[in-house]
């Protein structure tokens, strides 16, 4: 089969002809429909200093996809050949003190798809029977096949009610973008989004952004102030990663307020402690991965009840051949979603 | 001042000219602009058993309302003269352990306006200050007038996480309408409205509901059975008061789901308590009022946002001088909320 | 080996020799050290209305154990020959959504141990290994079998809050008598015990209650009233079952409290809705078996510390063939739990 | 009457006679029994840069205290002449959205009794009504005058559960050692307390921590690791204040537990987001003064139940004219709590 495969230490990708993977007992094979390009694909593809230090070239590299069941292996039950599946890609040891109390998307021993095993950037994927997830026949292609980043977005913005409050949104690459169209949908009163880019602040507004800023041309403090006549925004969800805008979060979010954080800083944050979180009484709250699986029940109730429209996000269609375009567009920031056909 | 006057102990009211009346320092006067007929004003109106035990005739009643401040009494700080307001109709001690927990709703010496003490059908009506709520100056009156109700419907449905989730309504009087729009515009994955009146039926499809069941016409366990593939809503909003009909929300209602209570069925209702609570791992909760001050803020962000639209739900208007023309409507169910102009 | 065995479906059961059962790839084969009897098992014995309807004889019962682990499936990785076990005894089919978010313990395909399954009543027991929980080397055999019942007590007590709060307990069978501990245990203010039987209130002042009371020769609203000073008390735990005694609690309960609901009553139960729940504002929670695994690592957490000891409760030791004399006492009421050992 | 005074803005206080202080319609004398020295007092006592910036001399200092209500103004309706209290010291503005939804304990206009208002350290201190808590008759003076640190304790510790959980607190000043107790009396698995200092360390152990640690001695990490068998504990209260306690305890919690900060660090502290918080999904909670006034309820909970006993804590009684005495003590760490007796 065709697959995109991280050959060596450095820069790039390459297609290549492989196997097709060998399932296990407890395992699936799934035939690729669509797989879509996350900005962890990114930093392996551009062999940066985590991607150095965290994958084990060659492998077969990618995580979101939707397919079809191919194969089931003996003691399968939940799914059967012909199903239409996405998957978690969070593999766990179920035995730890976190999967024993439902907590498993923090489990110290995951393992992830497309990063420590093979992944879908092919024609197939073998996975363990239990990381699957069953797709609403109804569901288009493109849209099953990026339901798992929209489950971080869910994860972050359903952490905290959201319900009648203002939420921020610091940061509009795809998962941010996501974000404004869930807080939107379960009954935010404002949504400001805040980017340094204008072709995603554009997109922001169409995800149903109440407010765009660029942090860059407005500061983001001031437009806070005046839009909430002083009090801060109730809820921060940041998604940029850089600590300016990080503390920019703490400094907006009012008293009381909750900031959570999916974004992944390179190096440690400083943070006013006293002043931002403890005289403030916020809850800040760390955000990985999705809650298995009740982040995909909700991931799926959004989606199937046309509450979140998550088309707008997808801005391009590739063939799988076509991957390198794919990732330059990525690195430019010229695209939403990118997704490939194998 | 004119005012609708339950004088009697008897079926009815009348339209009195009263004294405007005096304000305490820690009180305010406020101009009645709008005034909306509730459910509990046509009960003192029918002079039903509950009333006959509760109310102390003759005195001015109703309690919904939005009206502008007149006059301040010298220890008033929240508002001022001309502000456009609207009230939470509780009247709490401030002192008992529920008032000094936050939970103040749940006071147990409450008094309620137009209940226990004069209301707001009338040209003026007198309020402790505290328990005044500024509008937003943009909100049209009629809407400002039913937010106590609305209120009602935002407490029940945000009681429990709805995001994501299948909500049932049972019954689609004017708060289980709201309910509706308040559960569609929080991120429900669907919502089913039952009742047994196709008027309302009509409405609650208008205010966003995803199906609607006449339960006169159709089981509604055969219907959630169908639409929920067997596996039950995750939340019920209990709205009729009817025994039948709440014990039908217990059966609906998934294991692990919330059953939120608003209703006020008028004696004990039998309940499967070891099938449909315990066996189930059900949450039951019962609501009434609205939390002092959060449910407030939630009902602001909602309107104001234009996240719930109550337009549809307002379908008569009348002067006070009107008023038994109003009640005439509520007791045959031919309307949505009939608001009165004095 | 010898079991004890419900053989007819009558009255009684049998000591018998049977053979040790076989195991799964995914099954482990325990030797028994300790195993108890619950009341699930006496109404099994006594051929009751509901084990007519649930049990198929012939079958040995039996769930609550500690053993040795004797021998693996080739799947299984979490525990290995010679551990020192216990087991949750739901078995849940992990697929459904229930199990998917979180709450397998009340999974629709719940298979028990003991009632559904051969059971523990024997030398040995063949169980899932994923339904294995590994004890603490140094914890008592005897404490160690009856881990499952006090699971169901600490999932009762500790679904609300009840650091500084005042906590009553109807029922003081041996769940109620060791919720008496983990109230007790988990900072509650004060503890109040109801029963009818004075032997079991002796245990509950042994156990920690600040309060018991004998509701035959008391009325507990009037105590409850004047020891709380007319504000009801902040959680009930319902372990008694019985109609006019969970009634009680309902009426015990103060405004905004908590009543949760482990016993089973027989019949449906006449609730005053309106005045009862909906009016206080009060939260009403089902509990069923053990949440799959936080349950079982509290457990742990408050065994371990000797935060809670259970040893007044383990009134009686005997042989598995002295079974006879155990369900006797059980039948009679005079005894806490009654340990069998094979 | 006598009153310490901070004079001047310089190191040290006076001790002063002045005029027993007025009260307003909604306000009350108290005599003040026993009064509590605080950090902060020590904080303004040695005029560091924190008191250079809030506090205006000439004022009273001090706010713990319990004494008898000798006054009250004509708006008073919740204690009476005679009354024995302690008071909440944070007045709050009653108007803002935090106080409206029940966060009154952050409000921004909050004024703090002896730091920006005449405070306790003195025969009466005048309050708002509002701001009293009646003490049961049969608590001990000195352990009234300590509630309000206590309250912060108890703030901390059961900001999350604790129930089978284990937890660290980092620091062993009064509030630390306070915090010890809480958890331990609600139900903690294990309580393990960090501090330099080996007096405060034997103080821990007495009351109630099952581990004590002298980081300069030992590392906490390595510490942890061997008592929690690698998976960190549940719950880390930080009360140090301290930037390396502050990161060991990031560090030392499990995934998926909670940083509760108490603790106020005099600059911005770098911490490790992305590994830290992120990765391991960990909340962090700013705690500040006691929730109004459900922290409180809890306080009187624990302290009259005997659930904890504050009476190791207190080491020292000295008259309001010893306080340079008792200043001392406590800018020497050789001291529990230091009572002083108007």
Known sequence: MKAIVKKERKFGAGLMEVDVPKIKD?????KVKATSICGTDVHIYNWDEWSQSRVKPPYIFGHEFAGVV????????????????????????????????????ICKQTEIIGVDRDGCFAEYVALPAINLWKNDT?????????????????????AQDVAGKSVAIIGCGPIGLMAIAVAQACGASSVLAFDLN????????????????????????????KLMHGNGV??????????????QGFKMVTNGGVVSILSLPVRPVEID?????????????????????KTWQQVSGLLKSGRVNLNPIITHHLKLEEFEKGFNLMIQGKCGKVVLHP
Chains 1, 2, 3, 4 share one sequence.
């Open 26 to 30: 407890n395992e699936v094979l799934i």
């Open 70 to 105: 191919e194969e089931v292996g003996s003691n399968v039950t939940n799914v059967k050949i012909g199903d239409y599946v996405s998957a978690e890609t969070h593999i766990v040891c179920g035995e730890c003190s976190q999967c024993l109390s439902g907590d498993a998307h």
């Open 138 to 158: 109804a569901m288009p292609i493109n849209v099953a096949s990026i339901q798992e980043p929209f489950g971080n977005a869910v994860h972050t913005v359903l």
């Open 198 to 225: 204008d072709y995603r602040l554009r997109l922001a507004k169409e995800m149903g952004a109440t407010s765009v800023v660029n942090s860059r041309e407005e500061n983001p403090l001031t437009v806070v102030d």
């Open 234 to 247: 109730d809820v921060v969800c940041e998604m940029s990663g850089h600590p300016v805008a990080m503390n």
């Open 273 to 293: 402690v006293t002043n931002d979180i403890v005289f403030k009484g916020i809850t800040v709250q760390g955000i990985t991965g999705r809650k298995m699986y």
